[in-house]
Nanobody
Framework: QGQVVESGGGSAQAGGSLRLSCAGS??????MGWFREEPGKEREGVAV??????????ADSVKGRFTISRESAKNTVMVYLQMNLLKPEDTAMYYC?????????????????????WGQGTQVTVFS
């Protein structure tokens, strides 16, 4: 049974940086990424990486500020989200997602329903 566990997050001032980490294990995942959710709003895709070819996809709102990357070890794959130039509107609960069958592509990467493995979430708060 695959699982993903997030770490990182916290609070930062606008213009600052934070880094989120996600450890995936138990499955050979094909796609992993980050989604975020604000109270009363739908979960939205932030950034996703295809673990096979390394292709990355970003929401327009974070392009140029956030970077997703991966690092593989023997039984674990780490996915990082480096968040720079943070804005108050980046405040949300951030979730790591993974799937062993789904190949993320340019027209599908943001579909939360395509990912079957989710972490517990980590809060990111950006204050002005």
């Amino acid at each position: 049974q695959g699982q993903v566990v997030e770490s990182g997050g916290g609070s930062a001032q606008a213009g600052g940086s934070l880094r989120l980490s996600c450890a995936g294990s138990g499955e050979k995942f094909r796609s992993m990424g980050w989604f975020r959710e604000e109270p009363g709003k739908e979960r939205e895709g932030v950034a996703v990486i295809s673990l096979g070819d390394g292709d990355t996809y970003y929401a327009d709102s974070v392009k140029g500020r956030f970077t997703i990357s991966r690092e593989s070890a023997k039984n674990t794959v780490m996915v990082y989200l480096q968040m720079n130039l943070l804005k108050p509107e980046d405040t949300a609960m951030y979730y790591c997602a993974a799937d062993k069958w789904f190949y993320a592509g340019p027209s599908s990467w943001y579909l939360a329903q395509a990912f079957r493995t989710w972490g517990q979430g980590t809060q990111v708060t950006v204050f002005s």
